[in-house]
């Protein structure tokens, strides 16, 4: 199979195929993201394999990587939970949130929950300040309003 799956090199391909044949560098981000679910992180091998289907230099592929949040560079717990915890979300119990699921989950930011289940996150801001306290839950499910029953539950969900 190697690093990526004939499935994720299809979507990669996909990706690829917005955009005009002399950039497709420009798939860099969402192929990245592809491999991610694909391993749950972004080994060495993956962001090599990427950048080779880019036509891209491997380092330019890590620097993506290394620049957005968004992906994992270490393995972590099954499910990502990042909380803005920015002054708007701060002010609207967003700190508040964090607290809860530091001490709910047995762990501090970047770190991962004894179970495996969840990696903490402390996250800038998630565009929905009006929404807060906000989480971001493995990069694509946003959750407003997490009041502690919502944090609760979504910690029970998680770990199943």
């Known amino acids: 199979?190697?690093?990526?799956?004939d499935a994720?090199?299809?979507?990669?391909?996909?990706?690829?195929?917005?955009?005009p044949a002399d950039q497709k560098q420009s798939?860099?981000?969402?192929a990245l993201a592809i491999a991610q679910d694909e391993h749950g992180w972004l080994p060495d091998e993956a962001m090599e394999a990427v950048a080779k289907l880019l036509g891209m230099a491997p380092v330019a592929v890590y620097e993506v990587a290394t620049f957005y949040n968004m992906y994992n560079l270490k393995p972590g717990g099954r499910h990502k939970v990042t909380v803005c915890t920015n002054l708007p979300c701060a002010l609207s119990g967003g700190v508040d949130a964090a607290e809860r699921l530091k001490a709910r989950l047995g762990v501090g930011f970047g770190e991962t929950s004894a179970d495996g289940a969840v990696t903490l996150r402390e996250g800038e801001c998630l565009g929905a300040c009006g929404d807060a306290p906000v989480l971001l839950v493995d990069n694509k499910r946003m959750c407003s309003h997490m009041s502690a029953d919502k944090l609760d539950a979504l910690i029970e969900e998680l770990r199943k």
Do not use: F, H
């Open 27 to 30: 798939a860099v981000m969402a």
């Open 1 to 5: 199979m190697g690093v990526l799956s």
């Open 8 to 19: 994720a090199r299809a979507r990669i391909d996909r990706e690829v195929a917005k955009y």
